[in-house]
């Protein structure tokens, strides 16, 4: 069990688009369709923003959106807006638990 | 509307046990999974196990020979045992909730996603 790789950060101007990618293995990420992303804004609780690669709970804006391929997932912000300077972590299954991402902070510049 | 509420104390001593509960109100325990999640200062992430409100359990296994989770339905809690604590376990603890779908096959199984989470407390191991 290991934290599973994203970009230390990206950045991108505002209506930009930046992806996030977030790295595994054929254990988790690349075993199953359950790998989700949150936001988490300083000193807040994260938020649900894809769930299953790339479903949106309800509320989420559809700028936000997910994908994988192979042992690599990834999330779009499209039209980056100001709030969406955060930081994102995946997580996947990974058969008998769940792993985390290191962590991105996306800069809105 | 959903609210998850961690209680515990804030301080606790290495090689002591620490201990949360997280309180659900707006909704019921049943049928759902319930996790914590610690994220230590400044650093990612890390999920520490997770409990149907039958009591079956599943924890990380880099953390399993420290952990219990249980589980109050009457009062609509869930709470964490961490024994042998050192300054590696300080950390901001969440609980968090995961829906559950029904399988014909299998039965009810939890999903891999957190929807609902606390607020998070920070507990300090120090002496």
């Known amino acids: 069990q290991s934290a599973l790789t994203q970009p230390r950060s990206v950045s991108g101007s505002p209506g930009q688009s930046v992806t996030i990618s977030c790295t595994g293995t054929s254990s988790d990420v690349g075993g199953y369709d359950y790998v989700s992303w949150y936001q988490q804004h300083p000193g807040k609780a994260p938020k649900l923003m894809i769930y299953d690669v790339s479903k949106r709970p309800s509320g989420v804006p559809d700028r936000f959106s997910g994908s994988k391929s192979g042992n690599t997932a990834s999330l779009t912000i499209s039209g980056l807006q100001a709030e969406d300077e955060a930081d994102y972590y995946c997580?996947?299954?990974?058969?008998?638990?769940?792993?985390f991402g290191t962590g991105t902070k996306v800069t809105v510049l | 509307q959903v609210q998850l509420q961690e209680s515990g104390p804030g301080l606790v001593k290495p090689s002591e046990t620490l201990s949360l509960t997280c309180t659900v109100s707006g909704g019921s325990i049943s049928t759902y999974y319930w996790s914590w999640i610690r994220q230590p200062p400044g650093k990612g992430l890390e999920w520490i196990g997770y409990?149907?409100?039958?009591?079956?359990?599943n924890y990380n296994p880099s953390l399993k020979s420290r952990v219990s989770i249980s589980v109050d339905t009457s009062k609509n809690q869930f709470s964490l045992k961490l024994s042998s604590v050192t300054a590696a376990d300080t950390a901001v603890y969440y609980c968090?909730?995961?829906?559950?779908?029904?399988?014909?096959?299998?039965?009810?199984?939890?999903?891999?996603?957190?929807?609902?989470w606390g607020q998070g407390t920070l507990v300090t191991v120090s002496s």
């Open positions: 968090a909730r995961s829906k559950t779908y029904y399988d014909i096959l299998t039965g009810y199984s939890t999903t891999y996603y957190f929807d609902y």
């Open positions: 409990i149907y409100y039958s009591g079956s359990t």
């Open positions: 997580c996947s299954y990974a058969g008998s638990s769940l792993d």
